[in-house]
Each structure stands twice: as structure tokens, then as C-alpha cells.
């Protein structure tokens, strides 16, 4: 019985994927500490402070299977401390080795450590659907390289693009993202095992080769000062989960946006006994779109609460920290929903070629007013061309007319035009700039960084 | 296995209380959504939209208890639809009934008046814990009226007050916020029952009955125009739990601050078995002040998922509408937590009235400088006083010498004052201005308010 | 020169008013402070804690033209301190009266009032437009009571409601924000003058009543206790401001939406002059439209940044203070912009009934399914006429038919209806519910609380 | 008269710099749009898109002190466009040359890559900042490298560190940050100039060249694709500058806690003049310190407000833009203020060496608990010593005595161990860990980037 919806059985697969959700789940979350009290048991004992045999006998009790999860949440509540009631049934367990548990560390060694393998775990998941985004787009935006639809700004109609420019577009911008991650990786993937105020006051010489072993283990980097009050890198991760939620929520927003009823362009995948509405039988609404854009206000929410985080008092306290235990699950599970969720969306949804055409022309010509301009303005100079092909769009619009009647009827434009030419003008398709040209450009690019599409 | 920490089996404790978390899982919330059904169904019985005996028919089955959980997380999949699943398996099950089920409503309107009654249930916790809170700070600002320390501006010593008046201080901001909810109340829980654009098309003429009738039942108020697009009181809700939590955040904040080793004017109340470190056995730590600190950050945060959730498009959307499902679960359970902490924190914490007097004297009598200020600038004027307290305090201060001592170096105040005069201006207790009173003040709005405590 | 969009003498006015302005700027904020000084010496005169003489001369140079803002400038920048250049410039100006300026209160005291009688100016000027845009919503509401238009959810056409229906519901959500104005206006306007720690110290048993007696003179309540530490009445302003800021730009977006070129629904008053595009000549842009949406984030995050700023430390901190000289103007600011935006948009949009008609034609009669689900229902029972409309509406969909058409090809409709009859529940018109009668209740209510309109 | 706080004359130095405001400042904002219309001028001049001729006599023109600003406010204001003012004020001055003017770009070029070039004056003085405060935070880290203090972990004495290793984890954290910029920048300074829905339609095949070479005159690289509707690069800016604040904020507080009366352990430079309070005349405030950490919440509101700004419609839409001129100048301007602030106070601060000294010995030895339960472990095992060292370091706290008086009241401990043992144990000094190494460690990565110190 979930109370959150991240948790919620019937709702949790809208906000996430279980994939995600098994990484930071609770049971995971004890696990990962295990790891650490093991990697940290078995670099004690490679080093000679503490038995080996211990160490050993330490590595084998590091299994959350072993162990009664009650029995740990009832020893939790006693100690009103997070960590030791796991630690006081694992040394319960280790018999004669219980003594080295935990040996020399301090509890947010064990806790951040832990936090910094499941970030690892995340950012796996991510890398690998971010990059399959990255390729799905590529690929389709040179499918429709040459499909041309209305460009808009400030949502009235502009001018003409290709619907695979605008894909393009988004996939240059994931690929920034895909760069981005890659250089703060290292940094994200730092462990962090140092005792109480990160002096390894405990372990005295030992501490660095301890921590260093502990983290070679766990196949995390070693920071160069404690990071027990920086939490930077936290934020950093953070920033990541940011900025690649919002461009999937704008891409949400701007599907959900091009499948109104009055734009039609695109359209949700529709699977057999998907219901839009309760009461209204036609209706199929835009819900895996929806569900895409909904997600990167509650991501961009838990991103400034993990900024806040880093507002550590002294060598470490408790409030700041709880921020990261809500807020680090939180945008990874929701990123996980996102990135899932797109991945579906582009191998099912219907792109309408027949409406795109169709709202092209919409207006009657008006889209090429640019053209037109410039065009006009090649003969007229540029600020005759604006006048009268200003006032001429104004009465096609106000008069619901072709733009080709209401500029035929100027003189000026008589004396140098003649239809033919000004419907040529008037065609979309040539007007697209250099949206193709685009397109090869972004391709290339991705090719660059991940080999043949 | 939860991955939020708000369902995090070991965790969950320090987030919310198992009170507050019932009125929101995931049960619960199909239980109210059938609650919803049940007086819908009830009140088309009585106004004869349905059949009555298929209205007590659908009634019937309107419990959660009676349903396969399993089900209806596979029929919520296939449907893509938050609500259907839950319909269609309640169709099945009221039989002949079945096609009257949800007759003329709409999702949102079974989803909304069902996250109503939630927040019905949630104000009453927050206001039976409210009262509470009041009832006791009121009663121990008595209790410690007389009780003189140090009060502090900028985080330095600034003049002395009463550890009662600073209760009295808390025990009035929160009898604001108790009078704050009072007034919401009547907005806050209002229903919305009326179809697919809230135009109670479906139903007709009977459509305004119906509402009425069915929120009647679930003792909900009736809005005079649909709720769908316009979700200001979910907001209202929000911000009355933001307020709440933020003055709880900062009893917390304060409590751990005065609990400050070199302060040491309050301790957290010490369980057997509580551990402060797993590595420094004599560390006592304020966790249970941390956890109330730490909880309001999260809250703001999800009070202004809620705010931004006010952002409708046309009769509806489901992207503003996710914002509330997640925040408005959140908040409540985080609160709940905050409250019952505070509660269990004023009926154990320590107060230290020995460290209090120690800090009172710890600047040898430099935190009465204003009042010597007063007392010399009667007879030496004011901006004259001013000039010799000031110097004659930095010398105290930069020296770490007794201000009495200073002071009397002085020939214009030897001239005037002699050193018992000095010493009296110098008692802390002494100089508690009206702190006393304020207690009294606010200890009778409260009276006069809930009766003799 | 300003350096923030607020101040920049360019773009300025697209996000806010010079009215609003001019409450928060440097020049008032001291006039402000000063007014407050003048009230305490008057006061502190009357009870005769002060010479009477030496208050009316005070009361006197309490007038920022008086002074050389360059001087101050420079004073408070050697005090390092907010108030001191201010209160050392008054103390000369007034002369032998100098020494009781600022007589026995603390810097905060006068800050926080001034504040607050900037708040009420700000209230003033909020509650006057807000119950301008109420009886304008409530007007349009009843002219355009019968304009029938498509109702979207999901941004999907889903059924008919009127154009004054969709007003009448923002109509009663201003009304609910204005309900809450009235009820928090006499916490929010609460001044305090008690001193250092607020214990009225300085003044002794005076003390109480000099701060009463300013208050009154100030046109303000008198808090029960001290607010220096309790900023919840801050938070209470930034709540209702948010409330409002977040409807306003509710209906920004909703305009701009309804006036996409596909919709059309909506046009934005066109003045002369006014260009939508620096390239594209035929473009009106939903400039105003965007500008009333653009303005609540920001606002939001200064709700924020006031809820934070309820974190105070100890009697009083300055980190949680400056949170509101930072957000308390520039929400009131913001907000006067989108009020002013929004009366204006009001007296110059265009409704194009003929583009909601278009519209509503749009799909063939699917959006009258609901409908035609009621009433195939009363003959063949709800689930078969739902099997049977959910049927043919998705071949009406796919093959862009007349809805009319694939219903007739139902045997089991053939049976009972006839096309007349089938046209007539196609008739939007027909079908909009109580969209009327809501545009009536509302109204009345207006009405009833600010008279005949 | 500045109605901001950024503005105000009076109190902006407390939220910002000169140097940086007039990097922002509205004058400025329009010298970089004629910056970038001068470019673009000369660059199509170069490629023979417009007259050579033309293109050096707008780039004469292309300078703000030429433009009588009133006019430009007003032609602004008739145009209702951000831009269009300014434009119509140039293809005036430019003559014959005007209607080259801006030729084939859209508004959102100009403005964007004018911001751009903001960005780079901005993070050139963050960078320089930056700088200065890690070589100054390392020499300072090495100067208290042996300096020993209390490490306190929330907020209670934990074990002792060095003041130095505190100033070495400051530096490892803006060091990470440095890294951060330096990959950061190349994909901030990117401009963008392509045309109205990016596709360089109006300029044809000469379009990526124009914008190649017009984005080489301002020294910017050149994006893949169009960044109208992809604002990730100012998102990535927002990044940095929070991060950043968030760890200057961090510092204030630590220092404002430091500074405590009852911790003493650091002060603010104090300067003649300097008020603390206008009624305590012995009160010094940490007003520098509170300044410092007040600027990140507003900072971080800022990021976020950037983050969302990054939900553009279509092409491009007017609503989130706008956040981004609120936003990137805010939390640039802020951040100036909490750098130079910073580098202020490493200026003029003053260690308290003896206060140090005197906390370390506040509680009698038990700040060493750690340390005595490693030592008695090694004789009596850790769980035993444990048990021992708790209990005696929970009488030594509840009766005040010494610890070592404690101590050797157990028989276990006087068996194995003397009293020159433990005093030795509990001398802070000897048990600082690897405090000194870890200023080296950070000392040598620093020299390692910037060379010798």
C-alpha cells in the first residue's frame, strides 16, 4: 500500500518505470549500504585493520536476503537513527566479527556512499535511454526530412518547416544533454568513506588507502577532501535530471499541442481498449502526451531542493540531508516514466502528413508573407515591400481572402508580377529554408559520436 | 517495497505518520472514489435519474474490500485511464445495475470530490493536531513566563526575554493559522459533481439536483459554478499547509540551534537505546529537531507544485491535474509528521535553565547595553550616552572585561552613577520589558478562544 | 538605468504598472519609513515619553524631499546598515529633537511597518482592479450567456459550452480570491513597534501603548505579540497574490490558445502601430495575451522566496528578512501588471463567433457523441449504445465522415431514430447544458455582493 | 528611482555589483543588439547580401549614445515589441542604408545573441572571481592548515579538525565548480542567428554563412541547429551560477554560526562607522556574513524560473522567454554580490584562535569519545568499549564532570590504562586525523591548475 504516487499500485506506472523504482526502492536501499559495509570491511581487512578473516566473514552477511526487514525497521525506530538498526543486525549476524563492522566509519559514509552506487545505477538507465532517444530521433528526422508543416511562433502559423527539422532540432538538444553527462560523470560517481568529520580520524594513517581500496571496490572515484559538507556533486546530477526532463516535457507539450482537435498533425498511438473519456465515446485524448509534459514540473521541484541541499551546516547535518533522500528518488523515477514514455510515443504515434498539408494552407498564402517581402522588396526596396505587402496580408486576413488576389491588386505589384510567379512564392515547399540541410547537418553529427545510425 | 521515503518501510516514520498516509494510499483512494459513486448513484436514485433499486444495488458494491486489487491495476493498464479500471470493475460487479454506474459524471468529477473528502479527513488531523499544538505551547509559555534568557538578534546576543515569551510568540502565529483555517474551510471543502465540461449536460434539468444531492451526502459544500478549470482552492488548501509547515520548520530550526553544544538552553528529549553517532558515543543529537526542520523545505516545495497546478487549459487538462495528485498527498503526510513531532517534542524536550542563565552572563553585562544606554542618556542625553556605552563596550568586548568595569572608567558616568546602580541595570532579569505581559496577553486570546486550558 | 527588467525604462511597463511602481521605489520606501518615525515620535509626544515640542519638530523633517538622497546613500553605506543613514540624516535635520528620533525602537520595527503601509497601498490598488475585473468578467459573462462554443479537454474538442459560461467560471473564481482578500486584509495590515526583541524594553510599561497609539496614526492593527520573528501575515499577502497572479495568467494562456490561428476563436485588440513580427508581415501576435501568462512564474517563485522567509532565527535574522524586500515588490508588481493587462485585453479583444462556429462544426457531430450515447442509451441500454457510438464515431474519425452518416448505418439506431431526429442531437447548440442558467447563478452572486452592475 | 531591490540606490550594493548590473543594465541591453545588428550588418555586407556600402554605414550607426532613449521607450511602446523600437530608431539614422537593416533576421536573434554576449562579460567576472577566491581560499587553507578547532556535526561538538582543513573543502568545492565553467562555456557562448523559425529561409543559401560569420565578428561558436526553441544552454548558465551560490551562501552561514556570541569562533571585519543596531550599542552583527547567504534562495528561485523557461512552444513563444530576462539578469547580479562579498570578508575576517581553543575544551574531554573507544577497544574489544565509553561519557555530560575522571572510575579501564594515557587521548590536537594532509592534498590540485600560489 503505497501513499505516494511514485508508490501508488494502480497509478505508479504514469510517474515511473519499475526499473527505476527497483533501484531506489527500500529493500535496494539497504542492499547498497551492505555493499559499502562490505567493500569497506574487505579494504580494512586487504590493509590489515581489521582481521581478514573478519572481513570475510563481514562480505558474507552483506545481503539484505539474509535478514528480517521488520526486525530492522523495529531497531530503527529504537535507535530513532537511520542507519543502526541495519548495522546492529548485521553485527548480530557477523557473530565474532560483528565488532568490525562499520569499523572506523561513520554513518554518512556508509548512507552517501550507498546514494552515490544508486546514482550510478541511474545514470546507466538514463545514458542508455537517452542515447536510444538520440538514435530513434535522428532516424526519424531524417525520415521526415523533407515533410513540410507549418512552422509556428507565439502558436500562430510563421512559416513553413519540415517536421523533420523540428526533430532534428530536439535531437541536437539531447545530444547536448548526452555531452553534458558524460563530462560530469566522474565527478557524480565520487564515493565518499572518510569517518565522522572526514578526517579518517578513526582509521589515523590508514584512512586514505582504506577509502581509496573501499571505493576501488565499488568502482566509484575518490574525492580529494571529504564530501561529507560539499554535496555539489548531488546538485550536479540534479542539474542533468533537469535539463533532460524539461526538453521531454516541452516535447510532450508540443505533441500534446499538435494533436488538438483543430491541428491534427499528430496523433497518440491508440492500443485496442484505451478509453479517452468516461462519457464522451469519440473522444481519444493526447494521455501519453500529457503524462509526458506532466512530469517536469514535480522534476524541476525536487532539482531545486536538491540545490537547497548544499546548504550543509558545519561538517554535516541532518535537515539538509534529508532533502537528497526524497528528492534524488523522485526525479529519477519520474525522469524514468519520461524517457520510457517518449521512447513509446516515437515508435507509435502517427504523424498526419494530410493534415500538415492541410493547415499549410490555411491561410490562404499568408505563411509566405516573408517571401513575398523579401521578393518584392528585391524590386520595390525593402520598406515598399513591407507597406504594401503589410497591408495586403492585413486585408487577406481581415477579408478571409487568397493573399494572391489581395496582392494582385496592387499596382505596384502588377507592374512587376504576374500570378504564376507569386503562386510560386506562395508554395510552401519552397520555402523551407535550409530546414533539410539542417537535418544532415544534426545527422552527421550524431554519426559522429555513435557510428552508422 | 516502497522507493518514495514517504513509503519507505524503515523511513517512512520521520516523513509522515501511518494516520496521515491511510487517508491517502492508494486503497483509500479508490475506497473514496467509490464513496463518490455510492452518493452519485444514491442521489439519481432519489431524484429519480435512475432506477432506485439499481442505485442501493451500486451502492452496495461500492467498497473496495469487495475487489481484486490486481484487476483493477491490469484494467487501469489497458484502459490508459486513471479511473476507468475502478468503473469497470464495479460495473461488473452491480450486475444489472451496471449501466447506471458513474451515469452522467465525468473522471475528474469522481477524482476530484474523492481527493475532497481526503482533504476533509486530512484538516481534521491537521486541526485536531493544531488545537493541540496551541493548547500546549500556551500552557508551557505560562509555565516558563518568569523564565529569563537570552534572546538574540543575528544569531549574537541582543537582550534578554522570557523562554514563556518566545512560546507566546509561537503560540500566536499559530492560532493565526488556526483562525486562517477556520476561514478556508467552506471553500476548501467543496465538491464537483456536473459532467463532461461541467455543464451537467448529460443530466439536464436534473443535473444541479443531482450535485447537490450527492454532495449532501458526502457533507460536501456545492460550488456555484464547476471546479474543473479552476482549481484555486487545492491551492488554498496548499497554502495553509505551507504556512503551518514553516512556522514548524522553524520551532525546529530554533530548538536545534538552542540545542547547540556552547548553547545547550534546550535538549531533545533521550530515549534508552537512542543513538546519536555510530561512531562518537557521546554525541546526543537534535534529531527529532532536524526531522521537524527538515520538513518544511519539501512542503514549500510541493505547495507550489499545487500553485502552478492552478494553470488549467480550457474545461481541463490532465497535466495541471497531475501536480495536485502528487503534492497534495505529499504535503499532507509531511506535515502529519511534522505536527505529531512537534507535539512529542514539547512533551519531552529539556529545558536547560541553568545553561540559560550561564549565556545571560556570558558578555559580563554587555547585553543590557541598551538599557545603560537609557538610563545614562537621561542624564547625559541621549546621543551623548550613546557615544560613551558604545566605546565603553567595545572596550569590554575587544578586552573581555566586565562591562560594570568599563563603564565606571567613564568620568561622566562615575560623576552621575555609582556601581550598584550600574550592577542593578546590569541584571537580565530586570530588563524583560513586557515579556511577562505578552504572555498574559496571548495566554487569554487563547482562553477566550478555546476555553479555560 | 536599471538594471532589472522591473526598472528597465524600456521594457518595464510589460511587467508591471508606474502606480505599483511608485509604491515600492527607493524614494517611497524611505518616505514610508520616515511616516512611520513620524507616527512613533507623535505617539511617544502624546504619552509624554518624549518632549511634545521635540515630536512635533521630528514629525516635521519626517519628509524625504528634505533630503539629499545622495547623503544618505553614502551614510548607509558606511553604517553598513539598511536604516542608520536615514535615521543619522533625520537627527540632524531635526536638531535639538535629534535625540528622539527613532527613541526606543529597534531598525526592524520601522522597516517592517513601513512595509506594511506599502502592502496596504499595494491591497488598495490590488482590491480596486480585482473588483473592476470581476464586474467586467461578470458583465461579458451575461453577453456572451448564449455564444455557444466548442468546451476542450486535453485540449480535444469534447462538447459544446457558451463563451459566457467559460467567463462566469473565472468570473467565480475571482470572486473566491476576493473573498479572501477581504478575510486576510486585517492580519496582513498589522504593524509592530516593540523593540529591540520586541519586548518593549526601551519604553517599559509605556510601551504597549506608544505602539498602539503609532499604529492608529498609521491606519493599522496592533499585533497581539511581536512579529519581528513570525512573518506568516507576509506569507499571507504573497498567498493571496499568488492565488490571483496564477488565475490571470490561467486565462493569458487560455487566450493565447484560443487565438492560434487553427482556433481563432480569440483575437488580441489590434492598435495601429503594433507589429507582430520584425520578418513576418502578416503576423498578429497574441503579444498582451503572452505577457498576462508570462508574469506568474515569476510571481510564483517569489510566493516562494516569502514562504522561506518565514525561516527566521532567534528574534530576528537578516537572511530570511531580505527574501522580502526581494519578492514582496516584485509580486506586487508583477501582479499590477497582469491586473492592468487583463482589464485592457477585456475592453479590446475580439470574439470570433464565426471561427467557434467553424469550430464547432469541425468534426462532423463527433463532438455531440455524448449525446447520442444518452439518448441510443434510454432505447438500448447504456452499454450497447455506448458499443455501438464508441463504433461509429471511430469510423467517423478515421474516414472523416459525417457522424450522422455512420450512425444510420447501425442497424439497431435505423431501428429507432430517424436522421431528423439524429440532426437535432447533433445541433451543438442543442446541447450546452446548464452553461446558461451557470452564467445566471453567478451573476446574481456578484450581484449580490457588489450591487447592480 | 529603482523600484527593484537590484535599483534601489540605497540598498543595492548589498545585492549586486556596478560592474555587473551595467552588464545588464537597459542601456547596455540595447548596445548589445546593435552589437549583434552590426555584426549581422557587416557579415552580409562581407558575403554580399547587402551592400558593403550598407553594411558600414548601419555598423556606424550601431551605437546607443546616437539614440535619444525617450524615443526609443515610446516607438517600444507603440509597437508593443521589444525590439521594433529600437530597429525603427536605427533604419532612421542609417539613412539610405536603413532598409538593410536587420535584413533576413528575426527579433529572437538579435535578443538572443545580445544576451549572449551578456553572458560572456558575466561569466568573464565570475571566472576572474572565482579565481581569486580559490588561490585566496588555499593560501588561507594552508596559513590554518595546523590551526585546530571543533568539527561539529548537527550543530553539536563532534571530534576536532583544523580551521584550515575547513577552508581546504571550500576550495575543493569552487574548484569543482571552476571545472564545471570551463566545460560548460564553449556551449553557453554559442549565438544564434537564423531567422525567423530558424531555418535562415529569408537569406536562402548565403544563411549559414551569414550567421558563421557574424557570430565570428562577436566571438561566439556557431550552434548545429537552430536554439530558438532549445534554451538548455542559459539553463546550463543557471546551473552554474546556483551551484556556485549555493556554495557561497553556504560559507555566510557557516561564518554568521561561527560568529555566534556563545561560538565566537570567527568575527567580521569591523569598520569604523559600521552600526550594529540602532538600540544595542554593543551589538556587531554578522551583516556581511547574513548578506552572503541571504543571496542564495533568490539566486535559486532564479534557476528555476530558468529551468521552465525551457518549455517553449513550437518554434518559439514570447511566455517563456520572458523568464529568461528576469532570471539571467537576477541571479548574474546576485551572484556578483556574494562574490565579491566573499572575497571582502577572506579580506577582513578575523580567526579567534583562543575561542577556538576554548570550545575545544567546553565539554571536558568527551569531544574525543571516538578516540577513547578506539583505544579502549583495541584492549577490551569495540563492543565493550563501546558499552563502557558510552556510559561514562553519559555520566561525564549529565553531572558536568570531566571525562577522564569518568573514565577511570570504570575498573575495566584502570586495568589496562593510566591517567597520562587518557589525558593524551583527549588532547584535541592529537587527534585531528588527516586534516593537515587533506590541505595538502587540496593545496597541490590547486597549484597543479593555477601554478605556485
Given at each position: 500500500m503505497g501513499s505516494h504516487v511514485i508508490d501508488n499500485f494502480a497509478l505508479q506506472n504514469n510517474f515511473g518505470?519499475?526499473?527505476m523504482r527497483a533501484?531506489?526502492?527500500d529493500v535496494t536501499r539497504l542492499q547498497r549500504q551492505l555493499d559499502v559495509e562490505a567493500a569497506l570491511a574487505l579494504a580494512e581487512g586487504e590493509l590489515d585493520v581489521i582481521p581478514r578473516a573478519a572481513a570475510k566473514q563481514i562480505a558474507a552477511v552483506c545481503d539484505i536476503s539474509l535478514y528480517d526487514l521488520d526486525e530492522i525497521?523495529?531497531?530503527t525506530a529504537i535507535a530513532k537513527h537511520s542507519l543502526m538498526g541495519l548495522i546492529n543486525s548485521v553485527q548480530k549476524k557477523a557473530d565474532t566479527a560483528g565488532?568490525?563492522?562499520?569499523?572506523?566509519a561513520t554513518t554518512q559514509d556508509i548512507v552517501d556512499t550507498a546514494t552515490v552506487i544508486q546514482l550510478k545505477e541511474a545514470l546507466a538507465i538514463i545514458e542508455r535511454d537517452l542515447t536510444a532517444i538520440i538514435k530513434r530521433l535522428a532516424k526519424l528526422s531524417k525520415k521526415y526530412q523533407h515533410t513540410v508543416m507549418v512552422g509556428r511562433t507565439h502558436a500562430m502559423q510563421a512559416l513553413p518547416i519540415t517536421f523533420g527539422y523540428k526533430l532534428a532540432i530536439w535531437t541536437a538538444e539531447f545530444s547536448r544533454h548526452a555531452a553534458r553527462l558524460t563530462e560530469s560523470k566522474a565527478r557524480i560517481l565520487t564515493g565518499n568513506i572518510n569517518g565522522a568529520v572526514g578526517t579518517f580520524a578513526s582509521l589515523g594513517e590508514a584512512g586514505k588507502a582504506v577509502e581509496k581500496q573501499a571505493l576501488d571496490y565499488l568502482e566509484l572515484n575518490v574525492p580529494i577532501a571529504s564530501l561529507q559538507s560539499s554535496r555539489d556533486n548531488f546538485s550536479e546530477y540534479a542539474n542533468l535530471v533537469g535539463l533532460i526532463s524539461?526538453?521531454?516535457?516541452?516535447?510532450?507539450?508540443e505533441f500534446y499541442n499538435l494533436m488538438r482537435t483543430e491541428?491534427?498533425?499528430?496523433?497518440?498511438g491508440f492500443s485496442q481498449g484505451k478509453i479517452g473519456s468516461s462519457t464522451m465515446p469519440h473522444k481519444r485524448n493526447p494521455a501519453a502526451f500529457e503524462t509526458l509534459a506532466s512530469l517536469t514540473p514535480p522534476v524541476l521541484k525536487g532539482v531545486s531542493?536538491?540545490?537547497e541541499s548544499m546548504h550543509v551546516e558545519h561538517e554535516r547535518d541532518a535537515m539538509s540531508w534529508r532533502q537528497e533522500w526524497i528528492a534524488l528518488p523522485e526525479i529519477s523515477i519520474y525522469l524514468s516514466g519520461q524517457l520510457t514514455n517518449l521512447l513509446s510515443i516515437l515508435d507509435t504515434f502517427v504523424v498526419r502528413e494530410d493534415k500538415m498539408l492541410e493547415n499549410l494552407n490555411r491561410q490562404y498564402g499568408l505563411l509566405l508573407s516573408e517571401k513575398v517581402m523579401f521578393e518584392v522588396g528585391k524590386k520595390l526596396g525593402k520598406q515598399t515591400a513591407h507597406h504594401i505587402v503589410y497591408e495586403k496580408s492585413m486585408i487577406a486576413f481581415e477579408e478571409n481572402r487568397s493573399f494572391a488576389d489581395t496582392l494582385l491588386e496592387s499596382e505596384a505589384i502588377q507592374q512587376y508580377f504576374d500570378?504564376?510567379?507569386i503562386d510560386e512564392w506562395l508554395d510552401p515547399a519552397k520555402y523551407t529554408g535550409q530546414s533539410v540541410s539542417v537535418v544532415d547537418d544534426v545527422y552527421q553529427e550524431i554519426e559522429k559520436i555513435y557510428g552508422r545510425l
Open positions: 518505470t519499475a526499473e533501484v531506489f526502492n525497521s523495529k531497531e565488532e568490525y563492522v562499520h569499523y572506523g524539461a526538453t521531454l516535457g516541452k516535447i510532450g507539450n491541428i491534427g498533425e499528430i496523433e497518440e531542493l536538491v540545490h500570378r504564376p510567379t
